[in-house]
């Protein structure tokens, strides 16, 4: 099993759908979570951590679940703006790859 | 306040040909990383540096080597390039004191023919 896995996508979706995202992870030590947002041919950027208690930031509400080990993401009233890539990132303490595990993301496309 | 900083962003090079890919990061962070990004492939750790003083190996170092020059700077080194060493480079920092938010650079789009 990879360390963290996504489905590529891409997720087609008009603008104001709601549109869900989710990860999981092999680690079960994993003791941080976050997503981040990559535009096309730019830098990752976050966008937000992922609390146990879940989390929400405007139109974005991520969740974690510990016991299935996976994150989830949910976007709603997507707007065209929100076409990027998202990456899940899993870190862990100790290890030999500096801690943060990246999955390969999953591209969304809002479409007016 | 620039963040992190990558030079060059745009570079060719012929099969044999090195180069030396610079970073540079004002937040006063003490881990710093290396990663390459291909199609379908995602973020792939090459190297990282915990802190000043020390560097490791990530998943994909052959290749490559890395010189942490101080607390601000860490470099990544192609001393043969390889077609297969095309790809997007990105330098990253991390904040280990709070968030735990990690800074990428821009990149730097590296082509070997």
């Known amino acids: 099993r990879k360390e963290v896995e996504q489905d590529p996508g891409p997720f087609n979706v008009p603008e104001g759908a709601t549109v869900a995202f989710n990860c999981t992870y092999s680690?079960?030590?994993?003791?941080?979570f976050f997503w981040y947002r990559q535009d096309c041919r730019k830098e990752p950027k976050l966008l937000m951590s992922?609390?146990?208690s879940g989390n929400e930031d405007g139109r974005f509400t991520a969740q974690l679940n510990r016991a299935s080990q996976y994150i989830s993401l949910l976007i709603r009233d997507s707007k065209l703006s929100d076409s990027a890539t998202y990456l899940c990132v899993v870190m862990s303490y100790g290890g030999s790859q500096g801690n943060l595990i990246f999955g390969k993301g999953t591209k969304l496309s809002v479409k007016p | 306040n620039a963040g992190v900083t990558q030079t060059p962003k745009f570079q060719v090079l012929k099969t044999g040909q090195s180069m030396t890919l610079q970073c540079a990061q004002d937040?006063?962070?003490?881990?710093m990383y290396w990663y390459r990004q291909d199609p379908g492939m995602g973020l792939r750790l090459i190297y990282y540096?915990?802190?000043?003083?020390?560097?490791d190996k990530g998943e994909v170092p052959n290749g490559y080597n890395v010189s942490r020059l101080n607390k601000r700077e860490f470099s990544l080194r192609l001393e043969s390039a390889a077609p297969s060493q095309t790809s997007v480079y990105f330098c990253a920092s991390l904040d280990r004191g709070s968030s735990y938010e990690q800074y990428f650079g821009p990149g730097t789009r590296l082509t070997v023919t």
């Open positions: 680690n079960s030590a994993s003791q941080s």
């Open positions: 937040m006063n962070h003490n881990s």
């Open positions: 992922v609390y146990s």
């Open positions: 540096s915990a802190s000043e003083g020390t560097t």
